[in-house]
């Protein structure tokens, strides 16, 4: 295992990626009933963006010091939340900390709801137990994410959300994926579940898009976010996500989600956001 997601913190990615992820939560607190919320693939829980890893290729720059520079009242409330969390894990200081996903989950769950996160890196798996020590609503597992979906789904609380965010360094993670997807429909067919994959050659994984649609026989909503197109994605500029079985009105809140991030991102406004239901 190669990857280190501190190397990577704060990019424009995670910015699409956690913002996504609170827009999904705050869908799951509409409803007065406790969630599940899975995190198969968690990494560090925080990051410190001072840290040697971090400032290598200083990818927050272009991610979320890009947003944090936006002077306007008028955000996305999941914008917003996002903001006071990083403010909450800074203490109202200049950011050093950027919350990874499982950081921003455990800001929505309310006290009846529940979240399970698996790493399988040895030193992130101690980081990421450590940030959640004696919180007696997460569980912190060094598991296969993959193997957890069918581990623990489906959850009792029979409705909540399960993240796949994984590293991409295995050739067949995407066939991985999509097993697992058909695993855990199969397991828990109403579970929403949300899958972030890069975009590198200038095109999407289209082959493994269309089996998905193929296999899963349900409602797919594709979002993709691109922060540049001129580079020739040299450096990782776009990436999208698959959220299965969306929320009510997800695709209409996400559009002016997906609008303000890539307004506040990219700069010149190259590249492009684009949604759809496959
Ligand atoms: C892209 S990072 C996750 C970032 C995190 N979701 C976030 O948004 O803050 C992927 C993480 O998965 C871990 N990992 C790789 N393979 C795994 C597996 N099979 N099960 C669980 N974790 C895995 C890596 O060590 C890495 O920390």
């Not at 829980?45 to 971090?54: D, P, R, T, V």
């Not at 997807?181 to 200038?202: C, D, E, F, M």
Request: charged share 25%.
């Amino acid at each position: 295992m190669n990857y280190r997601h501190v190397f990577h913190a704060g990019n424009f990615a995670d910015v699409f990626k956690h913002c996504v992820l609170i827009n999904l939560l705050f869908a799951l607190q509409r409803k007065g009933k406790p969630f599940f919320f899975l995190d198969t693939h968690a990494g560090l829980g925080y990051y410190n963006l001072i840290s040697e890893a971090a400032k290598k290729a200083c990818e927050f720059e272009s991610g979320i010091n890009r947003l944090l520079a936006i002077n306007t009242e008028k955000l996305p409330l999941a914008v917003k939340k996002y903001l006071e969390i990083i403010n909450q894990l800074n203490n109202n200081k200049a950011i050093q900390y950027y919350p990874g996903s499982p950081y921003c989950a455990r800001s929505l769950l309310r006290p009846m709801d529940r979240m399970v996160a698996c790493e399988l890196h040895p030193e992130d798996y101690l980081h990421l137990k450590q940030v959640f020590v004696r919180d007696k609503q997460v569980q912190i597992q060094h598991e296969n994410g993959y193997s957890s979906l069918k581990a623990l789904l489906p959850p009792k609380e029979r409705r909540g959300l399960v993240l796949i965010d994984p590293p991409f360094e295995q050739e067949n993670e995407y066939e991985q994926i999509r097993l697992s997807l058909q695993n855990g429909l199969k397991r828990w067919q109403t579970g929403i579940y949300a899958v972030w994959y890069p975009i590198k050659s200038g095109s999407p994984p289209s082959e493994y898009l269309s089996k998905l649609k193929e296999d899963l026989k349900t409602e797919i909503l594709l979002i993709e976010f691109c922060i540049d197109d001129r580079v020739a994605y040299q450096k990782l500029c776009a990436c999208g996500m698959v959220i299965i079985n969306p929320p009510f009105k997800m695709k209409e809140e996400l559009a002016e989600l997906l609008k303000f991030l890539w307004m506040a991102l990219s700069p010149y406004q190259q590249g492009f956001y684009r949604l759809k239901y496959l």
